[in-house]
């Protein structure tokens, strides 16, 4: 997952991320359904519709059990839609029983002023919402949606900004939305949202590429987002999450604003996610057979972790003779799948394949 998090306030930054060891001490994403009332066109779990076998209710309880129990410090409510599921409030209602802290991903169309009251006296440490654009009829194309789905979900963002719970508005960055983080950039900063993330596609599930910036291009839209965002107010914070990035010379002149909080790729090493059908992936976006480690109705969360998750835990083709891979982990492995269609191929992102790219930007002041 790359993403660039622009901090307009001060949160939670997650102490595990520059931790190398592996032990699922980071968090479990859980795509608690695949239903989504949404058909974004980018959506890399292509939700819509409910999968065949998806957890029940007491399946669903056993598994919050079963990751405190492991000592799992927190759950990434995300899907599909989650507040679509009936079972939703008694599962979150769980998870704080067990003192298992709580972000949730939600296109927010379903929540109104007091289940976001609801969330917030639970301690919801953060929801992030995608709003991708400000132009609602284009927001509306994207998510396959009517207008009137844009006006409700602002009037939820800007709810959610009366409560204590960290409001995240993100964006998926495609040529279709080009002028989006400009525009939420504004946005955000107008109404004092905590934070925005900028999202780089992951070509998995509906995200097809003819739709997406290429590579260098992304890497030029990125040094132009970082500038804008820094001639608001220099001592803002971002963070970049982007195994690769390290290794970027021309980044490195920003590090005063910058914060690389992401020490390579965390999937199968410190994070791992679940699909709504039990399946144990290394990350959320991961939903596809072929990462599937196994399923918690047939083996314990603790023996899949254990013994699965293989392929992650050691270099990628390419990655073996390294010397940034102490740092990168060999980049992103769902965004090289996206780019490769190869389990162990290579971040397309890999500072190695953009060389190019990189020196036209250094060229370029800050
Ligand atoms: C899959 S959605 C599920 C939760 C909820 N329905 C939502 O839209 O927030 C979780 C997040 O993934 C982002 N996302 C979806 N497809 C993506 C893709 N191909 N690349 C990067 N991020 C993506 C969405 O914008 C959203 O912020
Ligand atoms: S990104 Fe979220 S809202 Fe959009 S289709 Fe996927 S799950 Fe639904
Ligand atoms: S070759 Fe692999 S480990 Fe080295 S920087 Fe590129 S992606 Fe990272």
Not at 75 to 101: A, C, H
Not at 154 to 173: D, E, G
Not at 244 to 264: C, H, M, P, Q
Request: net charge positive; glycine share 6%; hydrophobic share 35%.
């Amino acid at each position: 997952m790359l993403r660039l998090k622009l901090k307009f306030n001060e949160s939670h930054v997650d102490e595990t991320a520059k931790n190398k060891d592996v032990a699922l001490k980071g968090c479990i994403f859980w795509n608690i359904t695949n239903k989504c009332n949404n058909r974004c066109f980018y959506c890399f779990s292509s939700s819509g519709n409910m999968k065949n076998k998806e957890l029940s209710t007491k399946e669903a309880l056993n598994f919050i059990k079963e990751a405190a129990d492991y000592g799992v410090p927190r759950f990434v409510i995300s899907g599909g839609e989650p507040f679509i599921r009936k079972d939703i409030w008694t599962l979150l209602k769980e998870m704080r029983n067990y003192n298992l802290q709580i972000k949730i991903a939600s296109n927010c169309t379903l929540l109104n002023k007091e289940k976001i009251n609801k969330l917030d006296k639970m301690g919801v440490m953060s929801i992030q919402t995608p709003l991708d654009t400000l132009d609602r009829n284009l927001y509306a194309k994207i998510k396959n949606t009517n207008p009137k789905q844009f006006d409700k979900v602002i009037k939820n963002i800007n709810l959610i900004n009366q409560t204590n719970i960290h409001n995240i508005v993100s964006c998926v960055l495609t040529k279709v939305n080009a002028d989006g983080p400009s525009q939420l950039m504004k946005f955000c900063h107008d109404k004092n949202i905590d934070t925005l993330s900028i999202f780089q596609p992951i070509p998995t599930g509906c995200c097809s590429l003819e739709k997406l910036f290429s590579i260098p291009e992304y890497l030029v839209k990125m040094k132009e987002i970082i500038d804008e965002f820094i001639s608001y107010d220099k001592k803002w914070l971002i963070d970049i999450e982007g195994p690769t990035f390290e290794s970027y010379d021309w980044l490195k002149r920003y590090s005063k604003y910058i914060r690389v909080n992401f020490a390579g790729c965390k999937a199968g090493r410190r994070i791992c996610a679940i699909s709504a059908d039990g399946n144990l992936i290394p990350c959320p976006c991961m939903d596809l057979p072929v990462f599937y480690e196994g399923n918690i109705r047939e083996r314990s969360l603790k023996d899949i972790w254990e013994n699965g998750f293989k392929l992650f835990r050691e270099p990628p083709r390419g990655c073996e003779q390294c010397k940034k891979y102490n740092s990168c982990m060999g980049g992103c492995r769902i965004l090289a799948y996206g780019y490769t269609h190869k389990t162990n191929g290579m971040d397309p992102t890999c500072f190695k394949l953009n060389q190019d790219t990189s020196k036209k930007l250094e060229k370029i002041n800050v």
